[in-house]
């Protein structure tokens, strides 16, 4: 283009120059115009498909963040778990040996054990049904008191 100028200018006027430059910009704005067309209708284009593309990755992203979590998830509460069932045992542990020691202690200063507390139980049940079975009345005078009460 700008040979074609040159070439002008040199063989021809300054009208037929204003005339080639004139033609020039025409079609240099034609050619912008052309351009900018092009590229908005291709634009839409790129940009569906940019559009679609990040779509796709993010389901896929999405996937593979949940799966993750989910495997954190299941990982953390067998943790849990596992510290839970530690703390338990060492606290069942810690029991048993509070018991044990506050038993030893009530042991040496003479107070009775629930075993101990039991059998007394037991011995004096069946040291009352003894004195029952040797301070029984004979059953028929008995009768007759309820008799006399339901006529009287």
Request: hydrophobic letters at 40%; charged letters at 30%; zero cysteines.
């Amino acid at each position: 283009m700008v040979k074609k100028l040159k070439a002008l200018a040199d063989n021809a006027g300054d009208k037929q120059l204003a005339k080639t430059v004139r033609d020039s910009a025409q079609q240099i704005w034609l050619a912008g115009l052309g351009a900018f067309a092009k590229a908005q209708a291709e634009g839409s284009k790129v940009f569906d498909a940019l559009v679609k593309e990040g779509q796709t990755i993010h389901g896929r992203t999405r996937k593979v963040a949940e799966s993750k979590v989910a495997e954190m998830t299941t990982t953390l509460g067998k943790m849990a778990t596992k510290a839970t069932n530690q703390a338990t045992g060492s606290w069942d542990k810690l029991e048993q040996v509070f018991e044990d020691r506050v038993a030893r202690a009530l042991n040496r200063i003479g107070v009775p054990t629930n075993k101990d507390i039991n059998n007394l139980a037991s011995r004096v049940e069946e040291l009352t049904a003894s004195v029952q079975k040797l301070t029984r009345t004979p059953a028929k005078p008995a009768k007759k008191a309820a008799k006399r009460t339901a006529r009287g």
